[in-house]
Nanobody
Framework: QVQLVESGGGLVQPGGSLRLSCAAS????????MGWYRQAPGNERELVAT???????NYADSVQGRFTISRDNAKNTVALQMNSLKPEDTAVYYC???????????????WGQGTQVTVSA
């Protein structure tokens, strides 16, 4: 019913920047919270940033001031601008969106497939 497609991962040197994007498609009625999570090898998945439909954002302490989350409600997309990247930012990054479909107006969480971000010299 709903598909999330992520793009923008890759390899970058410490101090560099990357921009991740996530687009939702399908039988979408409305989307409330959008967010980015990440999971490094051997670690649990953790929250990076979230943004409400009204534009209120929340960040993990570890990325505050370096990452910026944004969304385009008309296009059902969410982006994550990552600056001043550090080796400890290396992880698979996942997009999550709370979507109500035209079939069921109840909000459910949908996840993207994940995109690898590697920060290394």
């Amino acid at each position: 019913q709903v598909q999330l497609v992520e793009s923008g991962g890759g390899l970058v040197q410490p101090g560099g920047s990357l921009r991740l994007s996530c687009a939702a498609s399908g039988s979408i009625f409305s989307i409330n919270v959008m967010g980015w999570y990440r999971q490094a090898p051997g670690n649990e998945r953790e929250l990076v940033a979230t943004i409400t439909r009204a534009g209120w954002s929340n960040y993990a302490d570890s990325v505050q001031g370096r990452f910026t989350i944004s969304r385009d409600n008309a296009k059902n997309t969410v982006a994550l601008q990552m600056n001043s990247l550090k080796p400890e930012d290396t992880a698979v990054y996942y997009c999550k969106q709370g979507v109500a479909t035209t079939i069921s107006l109840r909000f459910n969480d949908y996840w993207g497939q994940g995109t690898q971000v590697t920060v290394s010299a």
